[in-house]
């Protein structure tokens, strides 16, 4: 009877383990700022990053404390799609169409980069504006624990002109600081629902209503580019083309547009191309890439690479693209290519989905997909060096 009991035991422990909600997950590597003394509040939906070579920084930190510390203040306006930076006792401001792939004064200087419109979000170039207003600027290494648990990232440290501290100091200074924030980025991912559909699950169960994931869709760019673009337009979605060296040399006005709506662009290169390397690929793209929009991409997507290959990219700063879903086999076409799709990314779990496409898509399939995605909530955002 006791053998029986503790048997029993055991099992509705193993249920109870089974049951509890998994852990939120934070971001692998975290990006904080701090404008002047003072170490602003991390969040993923405003979460710095790099493109094109330049550290992208959400309007929104010039408000409240940000702007007292700084002396700029934001004003943004959605329908004309601006956000004007300005500072009244320098007397300046710095204007951002989020349309355009660069910024101008009152007077009509043009200055690049411009602003990045991403996931209802207005980002812009922290070295620009620094520049621009008089400020210091500069970005330092987080490497400390919070609750046993490593935390690596970067800090953006603003500040105005004449601060005598060093960064240095000032990071010894902000670590406590840096650690209260991070804790309070985890208690807001906690509060966040859970997936609970179990691995290797090939569909939706039945009667089980599955929303707000977060959808990456990465594609090729090539003949559909324009039209696919209309589309992700259209219902205010973003994703990223992956471009060979030679699309991005031929394709200025169209890196422009996916640059000025918020797409993401990466580089597709060929780990079995005998007649250039993986680096002399990414090189000439970038170089390709920063003539037509005046930045450079970290992004990869490798075909016929190895592990080996893979590691010597990461080491170089390169991001290579490795999806959940991999469809580059499947067509998105049709409105029964979508249903299948939405299907499999409900499937997965965890509240974020990479999606490879390849060149299998079309405005179509990609329109019936969006429409999908849209009514049940979900969200189709750019796949970024922070995703």
């Given at each position: 009877m006791k053998k029986k009991l503790t048997a029993l035991l055991c099992c509705v422990l193993l249920v109870f383990q089974l049951a509890a909600p998994p852990k939120a997950q934070a971001a692998n590597y975290v990006y904080f700022v701090a404008a002047g003394e003072n170490v602003l509040p991390l969040s993923d939906a405003t979460m710095p990053f790099w493109n094109g070579g330049y550290l992208y920084i959400a309007n929104s930190v010039f408000t409240g404390i940000g702007r007292e510390a700084l002396d700029i203040g934001r004003s943004r306006n959605d329908k004309e799609k601006l956000v004007v930076l300005y500072s009244g006792s320098r007397a300046r401001s710095l204007w951002f169409e989020w349309d355009k792939n660069y910024a101008h004064d009152v007077d009509g200087n043009v200055y690049y980069p411009g602003a990045i419109y991403r996931n209802g979000e207005v980002y812009v170039p922290v070295s620009l504006v620094a520049q621009f207003f008089d400020l210091q600027y500069s970005v330092n290494k987080?490497?400390?624990?919070?609750?046993?648990?490593?935390?690596?990232?970067?800090?953006?440290?603003?500040?105005?002109?004449?601060?005598?501290?060093?960064?240095?100091?000032?990071?010894?200074?902000?670590?406590?600081?840096?650690?209260?924030?991070?804790?309070?980025?985890?208690?807001?991912?906690?509060k966040e629902p859970q997936d609970t559909v179990s691995p290797g699950t090939s569909q939706v169960p039945a009667g089980v209503d599955i929303e707000g994931k977060r959808i990456y869709l990465c594609m090729t760019g090539g003949e559909d580019t324009s039209s696919l673009l209309d589309t992700l337009d259209r219902y205010g979605a973003q994703a990223a083309f992956f471009c060979t060296p030679e699309f991005l040399e031929?394709?200025?006005?169209?890196?422009?547009?996916?640059?000025?709506?918020?797409?993401?662009?990466?580089?597709?290169?060929?780990?079995?191309?005998?007649?250039?390397?993986?680096?002399?690929?990414?090189?000439?793209?970038?170089?390709?890439?920063?003539?037509?929009?005046c930045g450079r991409t970290r992004l990869v997507r490798m075909e016929n690479g190895d592990e080996q290959t893979v590691r010597r990219l990461r080491e170089a700063g390169y991001r290579c693209l490795e999806p959940d879903l991999n469809r580059s086999g499947y067509d998105l076409r049709s409105a029964s290519n979508a249903d299948s799709l939405l299907r499999q990314v409900l499937a997965r779990r965890g509240d974020d989905v990479t999606v490879w496409l390849a060149d299998r898509a079309d405005a179509v399939g990609l329109r019936n997909f969006l429409a999908d995605t849209e009514s049940g909530d979900n969200r189709c955002l750019a796949w970024t060096e922070t995703t």
């Open positions: 987080v490497e400390t624990t919070v609750n046993g648990e490593p935390v690596r990232g970067d800090l953006a440290w603003i500040r105005r002109p004449g601060n005598i501290l060093t960064d240095k100091y000032f990071m010894d200074a902000a670590s406590s600081v840096i650690a209260s924030r991070y804790e309070a980025y985890l208690k807001e991912k906690e031929q394709q200025g006005d169209l890196l422009r547009r996916m640059t000025a709506t918020g797409q993401t662009i990466g580089i597709l290169a060929d780990a079995g191309d005998e007649t250039r390397t993986m680096e002399e690929q990414l090189a000439a793209g970038n170089r390709a890439l920063e003539r037509a929009t």
